[in-house]
């Protein structure tokens, strides 16, 4: 826990002083706490993302960034402390009921940080990704070697230049930072909805913590999900925020945290409505501001394309490539053409055999139906739309809060003809959620109540072991180290593929499992399953590994 304090305290100084810079350039003032550390997050993303075109995130990616901080620590002076100073007045102004439970959170967050990361993911991906930009940056073809690798996102870079691999192994911990900041930002909103009698959006946003069970699930791993959940709470009352009067900040910093959604995950493209609707509707008020946004837009666009081309081959990743448009480094037509089918199919948890036969209505009744978490999800989903539904006459006088639902409803018909899981859908079942709890529970007392028993449910799962429940159980011997970056032993063996040399773990028996295998690794039943049915192996295109791979047609 220690050891992730010091790198968390390091990492906020650097995104401070980068998010003072972002907002004095773009010329934005008095910008909201929490939202300038996103800003600086944002932009120290897009820097590490194009230094990961050239070179790879490492100790001289980190050394420029500090000099780069501190330069800007010189120029920005007197911004910054004024931030600090008025930092320390808003925390001044939580009434002692919500310090402390900003205190519990903040304990429980780093507690659940420094424990054993227990999500699949994490072990089949995010560790690999992350190790190969620390080692090479962004490489030719990576996803040749691992389909999963082709996923790689701007969070994932995020992680990859706070994670000081060339001192320690251990840091992977962006996640309980951001949720740490997400939690400051709605108790901050829920302390001034109780104490000045304020925007009732504010009451909406404030239960945001209520969900910290669900939420803290994806704390120890660097999981993309859970930025897009806190980010996405924040865009939604951005947008109604500045939906009837719009500010420079309002537009600037809602484009910038759409921005930021996209790099770092493709499946939150349809956010980009929420700013697109505010400028055409302010379009008198914002238009000169154009620039200032098209250059956030550009970059972040730019990015993403280089990044797709280069590690697939395909700059439209994840959808299917147009064969004009790809690398020599391209995954094979009818690899890429299986996989897309399958993420379709695996949606509707059925074999693409079972989709492509099947009626969307046989599709989605079977989704309902499904069981575990999946169906239980997927149900919360349809109840959340029609209770919202029920309600909507209360809604109606905001047109903000109909658009919101109007575009929940197209995410969910995007993921019917995509692959809809779940996951991909719960910032706007947690948005709704929020309006509809709202109408419940006003009261003070009912609403503390409420989040000392979310907060105490949390201590469950991080402190004590459930049986057929996979948790990541704390232990003291965390205090000052966290656990490893991954709940596997790094134990593998080396096999030769004619020019490459591959590292397959021993201890890992799911498909897609790598865990903390040394570069290059692949799971043995993944290896094996391309030989079979695809006639393929991996190469490396060169001798460097920097030069990335191929797949080799085999007899």
Known sequence: MLFILLSWIYILAITLVAGVSINRLLKLQDVNHILVLFHGL???????GFWSVFSAINWQFCTFLLFFIIVLIFVNTSQIKNYINSFKHELEKLSKFFKMILIVIFILVLAQSASPPFLLDNE???????????????????????LFLGQTSGWHILQSAFNFSFLYNNFNDINGLCLLLGNYYVIVKL?????????????????????????????????????????????????????????????????????????IKATTLVFVLFPLIIYIKHYKHVKQYTFKISMVVFLTISLIIIKNILITGNP????????????SWSLP?????????????????????????????????????????????????????????LFLKKFKSNKAILFIYGIAWLQLFILFITSPQFRFYVPFLLILSLFLIAEFIKSEKIVKSILVVSTILITIPLFFTIPNLKTSTFLTSYLIEPHENSQFKTEYKTLNLENTQINTPTNIEFFWGTGNTKLPALN???LDYFKTHFKVMPQQRTENLKDGFYLKEID
């Open 42 to 48: 944002f932009g120290i993303s897009l820097l590490a």
């Open 124 to 146: 089949s991906y995010y560790i690999q990704t992350i190790a190969w930009l620390n080692e090479f940056g962004f490489v030719n073809g990576l996803i040749n070697l691992h």
């Open 191 to 263: 302390n001034e909805y109780y104490k000045y009698k304020s925007n009732p959006l504010n009451l909406v946003v404030g239960l945001f913590p209520i969900f910290n069970v669900f939420l803290f699930q994806f704390d120890s791993s660097p999981s993309p999900d859970l930025a897009v959940y806190v980010l996405s709470l924040i865009v939604f009352y951005g947008f109604l925020m500045n939906y009837h009067a719009c500010s420079k900040n309002g537009i600037v910093s809602l484009v910038i945290l759409t921005s930021f959604l996209i790099l």
């Open 316 to 327: 439209i990743y994840p959808l299917a490539g147009i064969e004009g448009l790809k690398a």
């Open 333 to 389: 037509t009818n690899i890429e053409t299986y996989f897309y089918n399958y993420a379709k199919a695996y949606g509707y948890a059925v074999t693409p055999e079972v989709y492509n036969t099947s009626s969307y209505v046989t599709l989605i009744k079977g989704w309902i139906l499904q069981t575990g978490i999946d169906g239980l999800f997927n149900k919360l989903i349809l109840l959340v739309l029609v209770l919202f539904l």
């Open 524 to 526: 043995k039943q993944q």
